[in-house]
C-alpha cells in the first residue's frame, strides 16, 4: 500500500509536469512564431508605404539599368526592410514572368517559387498576405516604369524564428528534466508526510486487533489526517471503555451467581443437616425435635425470601413495566408507619413522623411502599434499644423527598460506597440473623432509579445514618 501511493503521487506530479510544460511550449512557440510574422509584416508593409522608397524605386525603373538601381535603392533600405543577406533577402523580378532580374543571388539549381504573393503582384497589387504555417514569409510589390514592368519581392527563410523555437525548445526540455527530479524528489517527501500518521494507524490498528486499545496515534496537524487520527482515538478509548464495562459487567455477574449460589447453599445445608438428624435420630426429646423442625420453617422462609428478592430484582433489571398512577405519597408514608410503629415500640424505640402537605406525585405505589419500608425496617434493625426514629419529607421545587434518619450502629465509612450493592452486608451475621437477604436496599435503589429519583445516605459509624429517598413528583421521564 505504502508503494502505491507514492507511486501514485510521483505519477500524478510527472503528468502534471508534463502537462504545464507541453501548454508551455505549445504558447511560448507560437508566440515568438507570431512576434516575427508581425514584424515581418509591418515593417515590409511600413517600408512599401514609405513614399520616399517607393518613389526612387519608380524612377528607377524608368531609367534603361533599371534592376541594377533597383538594387542599389533596396540595398540602401536594407537597415529599414531587415534585410540580412542570410534569411532575409531581397530580389527584383521581371514583372510579366515573375523571373529574377537582380538581388540576391539563387544558389546553383535554386529558382524562386511562385508564391501566391508574387502572383498577386503580377497581377499589378502589393500582397504581403502572410503564411502563418509554411517555411518562409514573402512580400511582393509591383513596380512600373517607362522601362519595364518589375516586381520588388523579399523573402524570409524563416531561420530566426526557428532557431529561436529550437533553442526554446532545448531550454523547456532541460526544464521539463529538472522538473521530473524536482517532482520526483517532492512526491516523496509528501508521500513521506502523508504516511507517517497513515503508518501510525496501522499500528495502532495492529495493536487494536491484537486486543490493546491503550495506544495513541499522535496528532501532528489540523488538516483532514488529524481529525482522522483524533476519530481514531476517540474511537480506540471508546472501545476501551466498552470493554472495560463489558468486563466490569462480567464480573459483576459472576460475583451475582457466587453470592446466589452461597446465599441459597447455606439455609439449604441446615435444612439438610436437621432433617437427616430428625430421620436419623427417633430417639430425640420432642421439644428437641420441635426447635430442629422450626430451623428447617425459618430457613426455607428465608429461602422463599431470598428467592422472592431475586425474582424482584429480575423483573426491575428487564424493565418490566411499573404501573404509575397518581397517589398520595403522604398517605403512603402514614400507612407504612402505622404498619412498624408497634414493633419500634416493643423494640424500645421512639419513633416519630413529620408530616409536611406533600403533592399526589406519579409512581408505582406498591413498589414506592416497599422502598419506604425497607428502609425503615433497616432503621428498626439496625438500631439498638432506646434509639431514636426520625421520619419528615418535604417538596423541593419538582420533587419530593422523604428522609428516615436514626440513632442506630451507623455505617463504617468504606461499606458506604457497596451499601445498595447486591448482597453486600455490613455484618452478614448480624443480618441473618434478623432475616435480612442483602437484597433490600438494592431493590430499593432501582425501583427509586427506575422513577428517576435517587437515595442519598450519610452516615456516621456508631451513631446512626440517615436515608434520603427524592422522586421526581411528575414521575418516571418528567
Ligand atoms: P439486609 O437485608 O441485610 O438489611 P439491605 O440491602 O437492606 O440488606 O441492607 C444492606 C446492608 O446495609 C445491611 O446489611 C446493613 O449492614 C446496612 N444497613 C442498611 N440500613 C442500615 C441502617 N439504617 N443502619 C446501619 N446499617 C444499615
Same mark, same amino acid.
Given at each position: 500500500?505504502?508503494?502505491?501511493?507514492?507511486?501514485?503521487?510521483?505519477?500524478?506530479?510527472?503528468?502534471?509536469?508534463?502537462?504545464?510544460?507541453?501548454?508551455?511550449?505549445?504558447?511560448?512557440?507560437?508566440?515568438?512564431?507570431?512576434?516575427?510574422?508581425?514584424?515581418?509584416?509591418?515593417?515590409?508593409?511600413?517600408?512599401?508605404?514609405?513614399?520616399?522608397?517607393?518613389?526612387?524605386?519608380?524612377?528607377?525603373?524608368?531609367?534603361?539599368?533599371?534592376?541594377?538601381?533597383?538594387?542599389?535603392?533596396?540595398? %540602401?533600405? *536594407?537597415?529599414?526592410?531587415?534585410?540580412?543577406?542570410?534569411?532575409?533577402?531581397?530580389? !527584383? +523580378?521581371?514583372?510579366? $514572368? &515573375? #523571373?529574377?532580374? %537582380?538581388? *540576391?543571388?539563387?544558389?546553383?539549381?535554386?529558382?524562386?517559387?511562385?508564391?501566391?504573393? !508574387? +502572383?498577386?503582384?503580377? $497581377? &499589378? #497589387?502589393?500582397?504581403?498576405?502572410?503564411?502563418?504555417?509554411?517555411?518562409?514569409?514573402?512580400?511582393?510589390?509591383?513596380?512600373?516604369?517607362?522601362?519595364?514592368?518589375?516586381?520588388?519581392?523579399?523573402?524570409?527563410?524563416?531561420?530566426?524564428?526557428?532557431?529561436?523555437?529550437?533553442?526554446?525548445?532545448?531550454?523547456?526540455?532541460?526544464?521539463?528534466?529538472?522538473?521530473?527530479?524536482?517532482?520526483?524528489?517532492?512526491?516523496?517527501?509528501?508521500?513521506?508526510?502523508?504516511?507517517?500518521?497513515?503508518?501510525?494507524?496501522?499500528?495502532?490498528?495492529?495493536?487494536?486487533?491484537?486486543?490493546?486499545?491503550?495506544?495513541?496515534?499522535?496528532?501532528?496537524?489540523?488538516?483532514?489526517?488529524?481529525?482522522?487520527?483524533?476519530?481514531?482515538?476517540?474511537?480506540?478509548?471508546?472501545?476501551?471503555?466498552?470493554?472495560?464495562?463489558?468486563?466490569?459487567?462480567?464480573?459483576?455477574?459472576?460475583?451475582?451467581?457466587?453470592?446466589?449460589?452461597?446465599?441459597?447453599?447455606?439455609?439449604?445445608?441446615?435444612?439438610?443437616?436437621?432433617?437427616?438428624?430428625?430421620?436419623?435420630?427417633?430417639?430425640?426429646?420432642?421439644?428437641?425435635?420441635?426447635?430442629?423442625?422450626?430451623?428447617?420453617?425459618?430457613?426455607?422462609?428465608?429461602?422463599?425470601?431470598?428467592?422472592?428478592?431475586?425474582?424482584?430484582?429480575?423483573?426491575?433489571?428487564?424493565?418490566?413495566?411499573?404501573?404509575?398512577?397518581?397517589?398520595?405519597?403522604?398517605?403512603?408514608?402514614?400507612?407504612?408507619?402505622?404498619?412498624?410503629?408497634?414493633?419500634?415500640?416493643?423494640?424500645?424505640?421512639?419513633?416519630?413522623?413529620?408530616?409536611?402537605?406533600?403533592?399526589?406525585?406519579?409512581?408505582?405505589?406498591?413498589?414506592?411502599?416497599?422502598?419506604?419500608?425497607?428502609?425503615?425496617?433497616?432503621?428498626?434493625?439496625?438500631?439498638?434499644?432506646?434509639?431514636?426514629?426520625?421520619?419528615?419529607?418535604?417538596?423541593?421545587?419538582?420533587?419530593?423527598?422523604?428522609?428516615?434518619?436514626?440513632?442506630?450502629?451507623?455505617?463504617?465509612?468504606?461499606?458506604?460506597?457497596?451499601?445498595?450493592?447486591?448482597?453486600?452486608?455490613?455484618?452478614?451475621?448480624?443480618?441473618?440473623?434478623?432475616?435480612?437477604?442483602?437484597?433490600?436496599?438494592?431493590?430499593?435503589?432501582?425501583?427509586?432509579?427506575?422513577?428517576?429519583?435517587?437515595?442519598?445516605?450519610?452516615?456516621?459509624?456508631?451513631?446512626?445514618?440517615?436515608?434520603?429517598?427524592?422522586?421526581?413528583?411528575?414521575?418516571?421521564?418528567?
Amino acid at each position: 500500500m505504502t508503494k502505491s501511493l507514492r507511486t501514485k503521487l510521483v505519477f500524478v506530479m510527472l503528468i502534471l509536469i508534463v502537462m504545464l510544460m507541453t501548454v508551455v511550449t505549445v504558447f511560448l512557440i507560437r508566440g515568438v512564431r507570431d512576434f516575427y510574422l508581425d514584424e515581418f509584416y509591418n515593417r515590409i508593409s511600413a517600408a512599401f508605404t514609405d513614399t520616399d522608397m517607393v518613389s526612387a524605386l519608380r524612377d528607377a525603373a524608368n531609367e534603361p539599368d533599371a534592376a541594377e538601381q533597383m538594387e542599389d535603392i533596396l540595398s %540602401a533600405y *536594407a537597415g529599414q526592410l531587415g534585410i540580412d543577406s542570410g534569411t532575409r533577402n531581397f530580389y !527584383i +523580378l521581371d514583372g510579366v $514572368t &515573375g #523571373e529574377r532580374v %537582380a538581388g *540576391a543571388e539563387l544558389q546553383r539549381g535554386e529558382t524562386l517559387a511562385m508564391t501566391p504573393n !508574387i +502572383l498577386t503582384a503580377l $497581377t &499589378g #497589387e502589393n500582397a504581403y498576405t502572410g503564411n502563418s504555417g509554411g517555411d518562409y514569409m514573402d512580400a511582393a510589390a509591383p513596380i512600373e516604369g517607362t522601362n519595364g514592368r518589375f516586381i520588388v519581392y523579399i523573402r524570409d527563410n524563416r531561420a530566426t524564428s526557428q532557431n529561436l523555437s529550437a533553442s526554446l525548445f532545448k531550454m523547456i526540455l532541460e526544464a521539463v528534466a529538472f522538473g521530473f527530479a524536482a517532482s520526483v524528489a517532492i512526491s516523496l517527501l509528501l508521500a513521506g508526510t502523508l504516511l507517517s500518521p497513515i503508518r501510525g494507524m496501522t499500528r495502532a490498528a495492529e495493536a487494536m486487533a491484537g486486543g490493546d486499545f491503550t495506544r495513541k496515534i499522535p496528532v501532528e496537524s489540523e488538516d483532514e489526517i488529524g481529525t482522522l487520527s483524533t476519530t481514531f482515538n476517540t474511537m480506540a478509548s471508546q472501545l476501551q471503555t466498552t470493554l472495560d464495562e463489558l468486563k466490569n459487567a462480567e464480573q459483576l455477574r459472576r460475583d451475582f451467581v457466587a453470592n446466589v449460589s452461597h446465599e441459597l447453599r447455606t439455609p439449604l445445608t441446615s435444612i439438610r443437616t436437621y432433617a437427616e438428624t430428625l430421620s436419623d435420630s427417633p430417639e430425640l426429646p420432642e421439644d428437641t425435635r420441635e426447635e430442629f423442625l422450626r430451623v428447617i420453617l425459618n430457613e426455607s422462609d428465608r429461602m422463599t425470601k431470598i428467592v422472592s428478592d431475586l425474582l424482584d430484582l429480575s423483573r426491575l433489571d428487564s424493565g418490566s413495566g411499573l404501573k404509575i398512577e397518581k397517589f398520595s405519597l403522604e398517605k403512603s408514608l402514614r400507612d407504612v408507619y402505622a404498619a412498624i410503629a408497634l414493633s419500634a415500640e416493643r423494640r424500645g424505640l421512639r419513633m416519630t413522623l413529620g408530616l409536611d402537605t406533600l403533592p399526589q406525585i406519579s409512581g408505582d405505589r406498591a413498589r414506592l411502599e416497599q422502598v419506604l419500608m425497607n428502609i425503615m425496617t433497616n432503621a428498626l434493625k439496625y438500631t439498638p434499644e432506646g434509639g431514636e426514629i426520625n421520619i419528615t419529607c418535604g417538596v423541593d421545587r419538582s420533587r419530593v423527598w422523604v428522609k428516615i434518619s436514626d440513632t442506630g450502629v451507623g455505617i463504617p465509612e468504606d461499606d458506604l460506597p457497596h451499601i445498595f450493592d447486591r448482597f453486600y452486608r455490613v455484618d452478614k451475621a448480624r443480618s441473618r440473623e434478623s432475616g435480612g437477604t442483602g437484597l433490600g436496599l438494592s431493590i430499593a435503589g432501582e425501583i427509586v432509579a427506575r422513577h428517576g429519583g435517587e437515595i442519598k445516605l450519610e452516615s456516621v459509624y456508631g451513631s446512626g445514618s440517615v436515608f434520603t429517598v427524592i422522586l421526581p413528583i411528575e414521575g418516571p421521564g418528567a
